[in-house]
């Protein structure tokens, strides 16, 4: 089984397989989401301070909070897919 890594900005990974959603935090539900992970402690602040552009939700339940834009994000989650079906 081969890992796959993707760089979510400022030198922090995740791994590819456990991601299921990376969505913009500008809507009242995600925000919710946000909210309600960090009162479980289920939420894991990738921004070193910076402004929360990115929510990526994996399958355990945890949210991650990135400063780098969502289209980034898939971007190079899609990239890395590409890469990983020519071998």
């Known amino acids: 089984m081969d890992i796959k ?3 979510i900005g400022f030198g922090n990974i995740v791994s590819a ?3 299921i959603a990376i969505v913009s935090p500008e ?3 995600i925000k919710r989401i946000i909210s309600d992970a960090r009162e479980r402690g289920q ?3 990738a921004t070193y301070g910076r402004r929360t552009r990115a ?3 994996i399958d355990s339940g945890h949210i991650i909070l990135s400063a780098i834009q969502p289209e980034t994000v898939a971007h ?3 990239a890395h897919k590409e ?3 020519e071998v």
Do not use: C, G, Y
């Open 76 to 78: 190079r989650f899609l």
């Open 27 to 29: 809507s009242a539900p």
């Open 83 to 85: 890469i990983s079906n």
């Open 43 to 45: 939420l894991i602040d």
């Open 17 to 19: 397989s456990r991601v």
């Open 5 to 7: 890594l993707i760089n």
């Open 55 to 57: 929510v990526i939700v």
